[in-house]
């Protein structure tokens, strides 16, 4: 309900059908980044309300992020694993026109296949199979 709410101005507006095609540029310009940020702070703070038990509790998480923020973020991956995180990133952003991020067609198809089993090993060596978390639409 609360992403239908924010997406009910921009359709009653006209204006949700406005970036369709991404612009065929390496960076975004600081309108594009500007949106960018918001979409993703507006996503994320609605996904507080998503996980919280009561509407109160989603309101005082948030408040604890802007008042009692205790030093910045933890990072407990390796360097390696933070590089791997920034690459796919960069593939997800430099191919965002195309259907899939990892559609390389460049590449022949050996290196292409190669490229992708690679990508299997590190999820699977550096997943992390030790913790069991409950499905989180199990608590509905």
Same mark, same amino acid.
């Given at each position: ?48 309300? @998503? ?7 989603? @309101? ?35 191919? /965002? ?14 290196? /292409? ?28």
């Amino acid at each position: 309900i609360l992403h239908a709410t924010l997406f009910l101005p921009l359709l009653l507006l006209g204006r949700n059908r406005t970036f369709i095609e991404p612009v065929p540029r390496i960076v975004p310009c600081l309108k594009e980044g500007l949106m960018i940020i918001t979409t993703f702070l507006i996503v994320s703070l609605s996904w507080v309300f @998503f996980r919280a038990e009561s509407i109160s509790e989603a @309101f005082m998480i948030l408040q604890r992020i802007a008042t009692k923020w205790e030093g910045g973020a933890r990072f407990d991956l390796p360097g390696f694993l933070l590089l791997f995180i920034g690459m796919m990133l960069a593939a997800e952003w430099i191919n /965002r026109h195309k259907e899939h991020p990892l559609q390389i067609p460049r590449l022949s198809p050996p290196l /292409r296949w190669a490229t992708y089993y690679a990508l299997f090993a590190i999820i699977y060596f550096f997943g992390n199979y030790q913790t069991q978390y409950d499905f989180i639409y199990f608590q509905f």
